[in-house]
C-alpha cells in the first residue's frame, strides 16, 4: 500500500509543477511577446538595414557588405559624436550617483517634513523628459529665469543654450535635475536594508559619522550604486529629447550625442544604412560598458 501511495503522491507532485510552469509561462507571454516585438525585431531589423544600401529614387534596397560600416569609421563627424558622448557619460554617470546618494543619506534621516522633501526631490522624475526639456529651455533663454537671478546677483548672463562651452553643461544639468530623485529611490532602499545593529555596534566601538559612512554604509550601498550606475549609463547613452528640443545637436556638434546623431542620419539625411550601423555600434558599445562594470562588480564580490 506504501510504494502506491508514494507513487501517486509524486505524481501529483510532478501534475502539480508543471501546472504552476504552464501557467508561469501563461503569465510571462505577455511580457515576452512585447520584448520580441519592441526590442528583438528592431535589432534584427537594424543589423540587416546596415548591411544595405537603400535607393533614394527607387527606395529599393542591396545588399553591400561593410560599406556602411566603411564609410562610419571614416567619418571625422561621427569620430567627434563618440568622443562628446564618451565625454559627457564619463562627468554625468558619477555625478548623478554621488548626488543620488547624498540626496538618500540626507532623507533617510529623521529630519522635520522628511517625506515632503523625498516627494519634492521625486517629482521631476515623475515629469515626462519632452517636458522637463521645454522648461528648461524656457529657463535657460537669454531672458530667463536662471539669467534673470544672476543678473539679480549682479552676475553677466549666460548664453547656456547657444555656447559650445556651456551647452553639455546645462543639458547635463537638466538631465540631472530629472533623473536625481528616481535614482535616489534606489540607494534609499539599499539603505533600508542595512542592518541597524551594525550602526549600534560601531557606535559602540566610538565611531563617528564618518567612520560609519566609510566603513559600514558605503561598503553595503556597492550594489545598488552600482546598479544606479549602469542604469545610467545605459539612459544616458540613449540620451535624445533634450538635444532635440533645446540644440539639435549644435552649437558646433558641442551636443551631437549619439542617438541624435542616429536621428539625423536616418531621418533627416534619409541615410538608413549608416544610420542603422550607427546603432549597431551603439547597441555593441552599450553592451562592451555594461559587461565592463558588470565584470567589475563581480571582481569587487570575490
Not at 58 to 86: C, E, I, K, Q, R
Not at 103 to 124: E, M, Q
Not at 143 to 152: E, P, Q
Amino acid at each position: 500500500m506504501t510504494l502506491p501511495r508514494v507513487a501517486a503522491s509524486g505524481t501529483r507532485r510532478r501534475t502539480t509543477r508543471r501546472g504552476a510552469t504552464l501557467l508561469a509561462f501563461a503569465l510571462l507571454t505577455p511580457a515576452l511577446l512585447a520584448l520580441i516585438v519592441m526590442r528583438v525585431v528592431p535589432l534584427i531589423a537594424a543589423v540587416s538595414q546596415s548591411f544595405q544600401h537603400t535607393s533614394l529614387g527607387s527606395g529599393t534596397s542591396a545588399f553591400d557588405g561593410l560599406a556602411n560600416y566603411g564609410y562610419l569609421f571614416g567619418d571625422p563627424g561621427f569620430h567627434a559624436t563618440l568622443l562628446v558622448t564618451l565625454v559627457f557619460n564619463l562627468i554625468l554617470n558619477p555625478v548623478i550617483v554621488i548626488l543620488a546618494t547624498a540626496l538618500a543619506l540626507l532623507t533617510v534621516k529623521n529630519i522635520p517634513l522628511v517625506g515632503l522633501w523625498r516627494s519634492l526631490i521625486f517629482v521631476p522624475a515623475a515629469v515626462p523628459g519632452a517636458v522637463v526639456a521645454l522648461i528648461w529651455s524656457t529657463a535657460l533663454q537669454p531672458d530667463g529665469l536662471v539669467n534673470a537671478i544672476l543678473k539679480s546677483l549682479g552676475l553677466p548672463a549666460q548664453p547656456f543654450l547657444t555656447s559650445a562651452n556651456q551647452a553639455a553643461f546645462s543639458i547635463g544639468i537638466m538631465v540631472t535635475w530629472g533623473a536625481l530623485g528616481y535614482w535616489m529611490i534606489f540607494i534609499i532602499a539599499g539603505l533600508k536594508d542595512i542592518p541597524e545593529s551594525l550602526y549600534e555596534a560601531a557606535a559602540l566601538d566610538g565611531a563617528g559619522w564618518w567612520r560609519k559612512l566609510f566603513a559600514i554604509t558605503l561598503p553595503l550601498l556597492k550594489r545598488p550604486m552600482a546598479f544606479v550606475l549602469i542604469a545610467c549609463t545605459v539612459g544616458s547613452f540613449l540620451l535624445f529629447a533634450p538635444v532635440q528640443l533645446l540644440t539639435k545637436g549644435g552649437p558646433n556638434g558641442a551636443t551631437n550625442l549619439i542617438m541624435y546623431d542616429i536621428f539625423n542620419r536616418t531621418y533627416l539625411l534619409n541615410d538608413i544604412g549608416v544610420g542603422q550601423a550607427e546603432v549597431v555600434v551603439l547597441m555593441a558599445i552599450l553592451a562592451i560598458v555594461v559587461a565592463i562594470q558588470f565584470r567589475m562588480l563581480r571582481d569587487e564580490d570575490s
